[in-house]
C-alpha cells in the first residue's frame, strides 16, 4: 500500500504557493476535536507545558494551548500562514532573523507564549528552542513527502524532552485512489518509526470522511490519533 506514493514530491515552493492562492482546506476553524478530546492526557497534569507545533500553519489550536499558559513554538515555511496566524488572533508580534538559520524568521507574540519560526523543518533543531514537553502533529507527518519520514522521525524524537507527549495525527485511506497530500500512514508505519524508543497508544479512531475526501476519490478515510511516550527505562 506504501508504495503507491511512495515517490510523490511535494517541494516547499508548491506549499508556499497553496497559502499565496488560498487553496487551504487543511485549515480548521475551531481546535481540533483530536486534540481537545485527549489534552488531558497530553498535560497529564502538568502545567505551563511547551508545545512543540512541527508545520503549524495558522492553526487555532496554538492560540488556545497560549491562552491556557502553556508555551507554543511552532515551524512553517510559509510567512503569510505566519502573519494570518497573529492577525487572525489579535496578537501583536516581533519579527527577526534567526542567526542559526540563514534565510530564516522568528516571530514572537508580545502578548502570549507563542514563537513561530519560518523556515524549512529540517533547518529546526533542538539547538535553537531545547526540547519540548509535548508536541501536536496534525497535518505534519501526513503532509511530508513520505521518502522522508525516518529523518523526521528522527528530528521529532530529538525535540522531545523525557516526559514528552507526542500526539500524532494520521489517515487510513486507500492510496491507490488518491496520490496526496496528506498522505496515508499507516499504524504500521508509527510503530516502525516510534516504537524502539517509545510506547505507542492508540487513543481513539474515528470515520473521518466528508465529501471534501469523497471529492478526491475516496470512498472510506480514517483518522487515528496516537499518544507517543518514551518508555519507561
Known amino acids: 500500500m506504501l508504495a503507491a506514493q511512495t515517490d510523490r514530491v511535494m517541494a516547499l515552493g508548491e506549499w508556499e504557493e497553496r497559502w499565496q492562492?488560498?487553496?487551504i482546506g487543511f485549515h480548521q476553524l475551531h481546535v481540533h476535536k483530536m486534540l481537545e478530546s485527549n489534552i488531558d492526557k497530553v498535560l497529564a497534569g502538568r502545567t505551563g507545558v511547551r508545545f512543540f507545533?512541527?508545520?503549524?500553519?495558522?492553526?487555532i489550536d496554538m492560540k488556545w494551548l497560549a491562552d491556557m499558559g502553556h508555551s507554543v513554538v511552532g515551524v512553517e515555511v510559509a510567512e503569510k500562514a505566519i502573519r494570518e496566524f497573529f492577525q487572525e488572533s489579535n496578537l501583536t508580534y516581533s519579527e527577526e532573523p534567526v542567526p542559526a538559520i540563514?534565510?530564516?524568521?522568528?516571530y514572537?507574540?508580545?502578548e502570549r507564549?507563542?514563537?513561530l519560526y519560518q523556515c524549512d523543518i529540517y533547518s529546526f533543531s533542538s539547538s535553537i528552542e531545547?526540547?519540548?514537553?509535548a508536541i501536536w502533529d496534525r497535518g505534519s507527518l501526513v503532509a511530508i513527502n513520505p521518502r522522508d519520514r525516518e529523518k523526521y522521525a528522527s528530528l521529532i524524537m530529538s525535540l522531545m524532552a523525557k516526559d514528552c507527549r507526542y500526539l500524532l495525527d494520521t489517515l487510513l485511506y486507500n492510496p491507490e485512489l488518491y496520490k496526496g497530500p496528506p498522505f496515508f500512514v499507516p499504524d504500521e508505519q508509527v510503530h516502525s518509526l516510534f516504537g524502539s524508543h517509545y510506547d505507542i497508544e492508540l487513543l481513539q479512531s474515528v470515520d473521518a470522511l466528508t465529501d471534501r475526501q469523497r471529492a478526491w476519490g475516496l470512498?472510506?478515510?480514517t483518522e487515528?490519533?496516537?499518544l507517543i511516550t518514551p518508555k519507561s527505562s
Do not use: M, T, Y
Open 130 to 133: 531545547g526540547q519540548f514537553g
Open 102 to 106: 540563514p534565510g530564516a524568521k522568528l
Open 224 to 226: 487515528n490519533v496516537h
Open 108 to 110: 514572537k507574540s508580545s
Open 113 to 115: 507564549n507563542i514563537s
Open 21 to 23: 492562492e488560498g487553496r
Open 53 to 59: 507545533f512541527p508545520l503549524c500553519g495558522k492553526a
Open 219 to 221: 470512498d472510506s478515510l
